[in-house]
């Protein structure tokens, strides 16, 4: 204690953080949890999230690819230490950012999530913050805080249940719990990842990204309710990297992750375009072509986004992004039936004669394939 | 079914408002505009605040949905509105729309409570002069039931005509198809 | 959401209970009375939940009660099963796993049985009869059991805590009626050779108490009172 008060008077505040983070990485992880009594409020939390995981486990929404399970699982493994044989991942398919942990282990990572981070290290960064709140039992005390608010409904939807799809909102995971538990949880997350081995530099990045995206939003930054209750973004993505740079070194496995998700990203992508969430998803999808601009799957998703939008001047960047879809190769089959649709629309028949035709060459198997035949037929010659 | 409407439809029940009639084998007219012709009766739920779409079942609302389109004007919802200030998205039929965006529509209504669609195909056929078909899947999200989805519609002098069924992939859906494409083949519409 | 639900479908069902007495056969699939004795019955996991409900109306689940009630359920279920002379063989979770599409399918069709068959919104279609089926597919069960019918059995029952029953006394002493809680549930009886529902039951009602054996035995006998005699 006066050993860091007399740096914080010496040095600034710099200083501060720098023994805070001293302190921070003297953090210990508890010993594993024994299953509770299940008279206990935290009994009763265990058993509704056994039953819970039970219907996830049958649910046809669960994401069951066994490499990417297992891939995930382990990293969760190696992060949680001594409780990896507590920990259970759920991969879910379903296109928003969010993962969660029940206080009896069970760990939900949602595809939008597995979409939206670049690399292994952000992964990391998620896991362990989740983890973070079971190891300091984080969940239980919003439980007896939740129920003296009767708040107990909402905070259930926390975990997934009984709560609609979307419901949850963008970036829910990473605003459940109030202000204290959420700094403590980037702590240890931060240190977790950090032991395993990743760049904990990637924590803060996750939050640039999400930020991208919400200020999108048409209502922006300032109309969102979670950002009234809970501890500022800025302030996070600074302790974060004050943290991060108390502990330089790590990899973040860019190329790894990529070639990973390689085989689900069209779906991903499709999913997100099916949100309708016209503003977000063009944010999401620019950062992705910046950032990876040697994949046409982003910049045919882009330009889907803007057909379908169709606001003023989007035609011609749809147009734009599908053209540089097909510069780059191996585009999707949908970019020509996307740039066959706009000149169909456009009323120019021999754009979409050659649009549709190559789409139909692409995609004998589409399910769309004898609507867009007939459209490709009655163009005018 | 969402749980909200069974909820609504409860309560208009209790006030005597909902009832069920049965839809008899013969000619049936839908609206001011559509006809078809059925071969055995089906069952039509009837209750303010349900449209614009008639729901007819043979098992149940939980478990089969036939929904009836006639004369569906530019701009109006395909589904019962919200509740003011849902933060649900809304889907309108526009008279300009092609059949990829009338089935892009109807798969935005179908997922608003977090169900998953996939389109297994879509192809012109007669319905009601030109029109099309198409073929889905659907996973509910409130009860994880997959079921097995038909659609049919066109776009008559700017209004909007279809015929959507879905019911559970596992025995109904192969139960009732053969009978929705039946009616779907003699749908006509006036002018 | 679990409030919402809960309070919807104790509404359906209390007006299906409180409809005119019906004949017997409500119950019975038609042409069904009896089971042979010996029948082997696949006991599916039952679908329990007890809530407390808060001063503030908030239904909280409890997992001491849930359990506990699950074990009254299964022991009154085994002891019926004994005093009909049927034998009954109970799901493995694993087996349960792999069977999971047919009991949700099964969920929904127990939906449509308490709303069009019990309730106010009958199918005329079905002219009143108990005429449901979930087809061959059923016979995965009858694979992995080798029983010849399944049991089906759900239910959500709900206390008042003891904040919201002195509330309730309080209140009722003004002469304001506060819900205390409220017992709804489903039984149902599948063929498992043509998965045609033989016999359905439902419970809707005030009263009732899972949490203690006696009891639970009354609300069991309630829930399986019209259940098939054996020949």
Redesign the interface.
Known sequence: MNRRRFLAAGAGCSACLVAELAAAQDWQAPARFARPE??SDE??????MD?EE??L?????ALRDPQLHTHVQDMACRLAGEHCPDVRVHLV??PYFNASMAPNGMLQVWTGLLLRVDNEAQLAAVLGHEIGHYLARHSVERLRDA?SR?A??QF??LFGI??????LGLIASMFAYGREHESEADRIGAILMRKAGYDAGEAAKIWENLLLEIKARPEGLSNSPLFARHPAPDDRMEALASLAAGMPGGVANDAAWRERTKPFLRDWLNDEI?R?QHEESLALLTRMMLRSPSMPEYAYARGEVYR?RAGDGDLDSAIADFKAAAAIGGEPAETHRGLG?IYRLRKQPAEARSGLQRYLELAPQA??F??MK?YLEELPQ | MTRKLLGALFLVSLAGCAAVAKVETGDQAIGERMALRLEGAWNHVNAPGMGPAQVWTMEGLPVDQLLLYSGIKDGALIHPGGPAGGARKSFAFRSSMQPDEIVAMFEGMLTRDGSSFRLVKLEPTAFGGRGFRFEYSLVRKVDNVQHAGIGYATVSKGELFALLYFAPRIEFFPRHRGRVESIARTIQIKN | MATKITAVLIAWLALAFAAPAWAQSKNLAPGFTTLPKGAKVAIMPTDIELFSISAGGVLEPKADWTETASQHFRAALLRKKTSLGLSAVELAEKDADDVAELNALHGAIARAIAIHHFGPLGLPTKDGKLDWSLGESVRAIKKVTGADYALFSWMRDSYASGERAAMMIGLALFGIGVGGGAQVGYASLVDLHNGRVLWFNRLARASGDLREAEKADETLDALLSEFPATK
């Open positions: 299940l008279a009994g009763g939390l265990w058993a509704l039953r039970t219907r486990r049958r649910s046809p929404f398919r379903t129920k009767s107990f409904g259930l939807g009984a709560g609609a799809v979307g419901q099916k309708g379908l649709m399910p769309d004898a609507m007939t």
